[in-house]
C-alpha cells in the first residue's frame, strides 16, 4: 500500500506564493513520475505540472513560468513552487505516483488534496 501526503496550501493573495509538498511513502519499488493535478468546484481535474524520474518536466500552458516542479528522490517527494499566484489558480491540488510495486507491477496513487485559494 502507498500513501502520498500533501501540504503547503492554503489563503493567499494574488500575486503571492506558495509551496506545496508531497511525500510518498510505502510499497514503492521505483517511481516513473510524480505529478500535480488540481480540480476547481465545478470542474475537470487537470495536469498541472509533471516530473519523471529523469528530471524531465512539463507543464500546463496556464502555469509555465509561473509554477516550478521538483523532486527529491531519495526522500520520494515531490514540490510545486507556485509564484504570482492569480485567482483562476484556485482549486484542490492533489499529488499523482506513477510507480511500480515491490511486485514489480505498474501503479497509480492519489493524494488526498490540499487546498489553495487565491484571493483577487
Known amino acids: 500500500q502507498v500513501q502520498l501526503v500533501e501540504s503547503g496550501g492554503g489563503l493567499v493573495q494574488a500575486g503571492g506564493s506558495l509551496r506545496l509538498s508531497c511525500a510518498a511513502s510505502?510499497?514503492?519499488?521505483?517511481?516513473?513520475?510524480m505529478d500535480w493535478y488540481r480540480q476547481a468546484p465545478g470542474k475537470q481535474r487537470e495536469l498541472v505540472a509533471g516530473?519523471?524520474?529523469?528530471?524531465?518536466?512539463n507543464y500546463a500552458d496556464s502555469v509555465k513560468g509561473r509554477f516550478t516542479i521538483s523532486r527529491d528522490n531519495a526522500k520520494n517527494m515531490v514540490y510545486l513552487q507556485m509564484n504570482s499566484l492569480k485567482p483562476e489558480d484556485t482549486a484542490n491540488y492533489y499529488c499523482?505516483?506513477?510507480?511500480?510495486?515491490?511486485?514489480?507491477?505498474?501503479?497509480?496513487?492519489w493524494g488526498q488534496g490540499t487546498q489553495v485559494t487565491v484571493s483577487s
Open positions: 516530473i519523471t524520474s529523469g528530471g524531465v518536466t
Open positions: 510505502g510499497s514503492i519499488l521505483s517511481i516513473n513520475s
Open positions: 499523482n505516483l506513477d510507480f511500480r510495486d515491490r511486485w514489480g507491477s505498474r501503479s497509480n496513487s
